[in-house]
């Protein structure tokens, strides 16, 4: 089966951190961007982070810019999201895709999700 896999989401504190992983299944991440998205309830899923399949580009919304990291293992099949200095409004679920490149419109092999929770 074809599919992204998100894990390490969980409980953290404001101002903790949490590494999620995004890992791939049926196929190889190499001729891949890979995109980080959150969709809180009710709202729109938006894009967080994205790298090239290359590594060498990577995208940062606004909002998590100096706080995310964003990396790839090709040989591990898998990217990571380093999420430092975590605040409330990090709270959500967190999904990975992949598209052709960063600027894509085709996001697909969209994963379960993992949720964050930030919260004292």
């Known amino acids: 089966q074809v599919q992204l896999v998100e894990s390490g989401g969980g409980l953290v504190q404001p101002g903790g951190s949490l590494r999620l992983s995004c890992a791939a299944s049926?196929?190889?991440?190499?001729?891949?961007?890979i995109g980080w998205f959150r969709q809180a309830p009710g709202n729109e899923r938006k894009g967080v982070s994205c790298?090239?399949?290359?590594?060498?580009?990577?995208f940062y919304a606004d909002s998590v810019k100096g706080r995310f990291t964003i990396s790839r293992d090709n040989a591990k099949n898998t990217v990571y999201l380093q999420m430092n200095s975590l605040k409330p409004e990090d709270t959500t679920v967190y999904y990975c895709?992949?598209?052709?490149?960063?600027?894509?419109?085709?996001?697909?092999?969209w994963g379960q999700g993992t949720q964050v929770t930030v919260s004292s």
């Open positions: 895709a992949a598209d052709r490149s960063c600027h894509g419109t085709d996001f697909h092999f």
């Open positions: 049926g196929f190889t991440l190499d001729d891949y961007a």
């Open positions: 790298i090239e399949s290359s590594g060498g580009s990577t």
